[in-house]
């Protein structure tokens, strides 16, 4: 806001100046326009920096600025180009600052302040507009409008990144930095509907942590924490790029296996197990961690997320009766 404060004031200095100049106004007021352009933006800054809510700070120097525009253009005689062009930069500004709200508050505050300031002037009106004003207005226009469209495009472009940055979090398991299950559901829809068009098989692995109840009851949940953290960077460690490892809940992990046969599924379980067989949770602690993991393949009576999940939480299921720290396909 500093910036473009200062560069609209810079700007909407010369035309006003040109009308003040060629109506024989008393130098008073052009020292006042002199402050408004070249001290103004200095103080609104510092006044929003040092508030304890500057966002509210800059939206009342945002009134004030439409105020300020108002005065100026009763000052002007209301000369048809340079208030037209003013006002319009000043309430859409305002629109984007603060959307409507703040456009109505700031309408209000000009009109407001540019009648009290035309009706106490004697209501001059001054129609014509000299080739001088004309050519100390055209760069308002013109510098003015393409600096608000580049800062415009700037913001835009911040928020873009902001929303994909929170969507990326919003998919994203916040303990293990793993994705979580809203992002699971969606690429196994999507895988679903992609072994609906071709001819291929993909696998969905269900993995379960044997006996973390007993963890977090003898060791304490921050034990448990750090055992999640250890399993999920084996789950990367022994997938590729394509594969979606995730936290389904609690201790269940789940690895979406896309173009993937079973006898290679097995190949990557063996991988995880052989990790989870050398992993501790602890240097003080002497507590054998297993997993128990289910393997189940996509089948065209799947209809949904539901019938895939169920298939290799059944295949789990199997593996744990069998004694866990087993391996079982279904």
């Given at each position: ?72 253009i009763a000052m002007m005689a ?172 609690g201790d269940e992990f789940v ?54 999940l169920k298939a290799a939480d ?17």
């Amino acid at each position: 806001m500093y910036l473009m404060r200062m560069l609209g004031t810079l700007l909407c200095f010369f035309p006003v100046l040109s009308v003040l100049v060629e109506h024989h106004q008393p130098l008073w007021l052009m020292v006042l326009l002199g402050v408004n352009a070249f001290v103004w933006p200095g103080l609104a800054f510092l006044r929003a920096r040092r508030s304890a809510t500057p966002h509210n700070t800059e939206h009342q120097n945002l009134l004030l600025d439409a105020g300020a525009g108002g005065f100026w253009i009763a000052m002007m005689a209301l000369n048809p180009l340079p208030s037209v062009v003013i006002a319009t930069i000043l309430l859409s500004d305002r629109l984007a600052a603060g959307g409507l709200k703040l456009l109505r508050k700031a309408a209000i505050a000009l009109v407001a302040t540019g009648l009290f300031a035309w009706l106490i002037s004697g209501m001059p009106f001054e129609p014509q507009v000299s080739q001088r004003t004309m050519f100390a207005t055209l760069p308002l226009v013109a510098i003015y409008m393409l600096a608000l469209s580049v800062l415009t495009d700037a913001i835009s472009r911040k928020l873009r990144l902001k929303s994909r940055e929170l969507e990326r979090i919003a998919m994203m398991d916040p303990l293990l930095d793993i994705a979580n299950r809203r992002l699971l559901e969606k690429r196994i829809t999507h895988e679903l509907d992609t072994l609906n068009q071709r001819c291929r098989s993909s696998i969905l692995m269900f993995i379960d942590i044997d006996n973390f109840k007993e963890v977090n009851d003898r060791f304490g949940h921050k034990v448990g924490d750090a055992l999640l953290v250890t399993v999920s960077k084996i789950l990367h460690a022994a997938t590729r790029q394509t594969d979606t490892p995730a936290r389904l809940g609690g201790d269940e992990f789940v690895i979406l296996l896309p173009d993937t046969t079973l006898d290679e599924a097995y190949i990557v379980a063996t991988r995880i197990m052989d990790g989870a067989s050398v992993m501790t949770i602890g240097a003080d602690i002497s507590f054998r961690t297993t997993l128990s993991i289910g393997i189940a393949s996509a089948t065209p009576a799947m209809d949904d997320v539901t019938d895939w999940l169920k298939a290799a939480d059944d295949a789990l299921y199997r593996a744990k009766r069998e004694g866990k720290n087993q391996i079982y396909c279904h």
